[in-house]
């Protein structure tokens, strides 16, 4: 394929691999239970600082996050989604120093698109950090409401209109878009549940042991070789087990 050919693909709506791209055969105005991921723009630290030791697992010296002014605006945020949508339930909500994952729980059917609740959310925070004075305020004016344009946007991979070249928005709180993951099988509440109560731990992990999430050169397993990352001195247990 030449040049010319390849520009055409691409201007012809090519999709490239996001994980903020909305599952297309999915009605996010209908019930269902989602887990939403949404991180601030360059991944800055603006929402707390991670506190406590990675081994210990109660007590005030369990990882835990201590949340900013504006984390804790952030939370008030969140937690009123319910105020002002009464069909969707908040039920639970992790605040990491440089991203947020929530669970939400949509009862009965919205009257608009989930992303134009998402949408509601960061207004409010990017209004929270402005009165905090971590923004400027003229770049930052945004609608009340949602015209066919904008909202073409909030459900787009991205808003070429607020990025640079490098693709990265600037002058805003957080990322363009979200992930989103949609609740499917029977116990995949209590594994997300899970996770986010195990957040914290895991960042402390990751800062206090770097190496075991470097990727190794390929080591013997058996009979074979593979890459690895993590704590190679684990297949050294004398007993196994078979994960995928």
Not at 214 to 226: A, E
Request: proline residues 6%.
């Amino acid at each position: 394929m030449d040049k010319k050919d390849n520009n055409h693909k691409q201007w012809a709506g090519e999709k490239k691999p996001s994980m903020k791209r909305r599952c297309e055969t999915n009605n996010y105005t209908e019930r269902g239970i989602y887990l939403i991921t949404i991180a601030t723009e360059g991944r800055k630290t603006l929402l707390g600082t991670l506190a406590g030791k990675a081994d210990v697992t109660e007590g005030p010296d369990k990882p835990h996050v201590v949340l900013s002014p504006l984390g804790e605006k952030v939370k008030e945020c969140w937690l009123s989604i319910q105020q002002y949508h009464p069909q969707i339930e908040s039920m639970k909500l992790c605040i990491m120093p440089d991203h947020i994952h929530g669970i939400l729980f949509v009862h009965e059917k919205i009257e608009k698109h989930l992303g134009h609740i998402i949408w509601g959310f960061k207004t409010g925070t990017r209004k929270a950090a402005r009165e905090l004075g971590l923004l400027p305020t003229a770049q930052l004016a945004q609608p009340t409401e949602l015209n066919s344009v904008q909202y073409a946007a909030l459900t787009a991979q991205s808003n070429p209109s607020r990025h640079t070249a490098t693709g990265r928005a600037h002058g805003t709180l957080w990322e363009s878009g979200y992930n989103d993951r949609i609740l499917l099988k029977k116990d995949q509440l209590q594994h997300w549940i899970a996770y986010l109560e195990d957040n914290p731990r895991r960042l402390l992990l990751k800062r206090q042991h770097p190496e075991y999430f470097t990727l190794l050169s390929p080591i013997p397993v058996l009979d074979t070789t593979m890459p690895a990352m993590g704590n190679r001195f684990l297949l050294d247990h004398p007993q196994k087990l078979q994960v995928q």
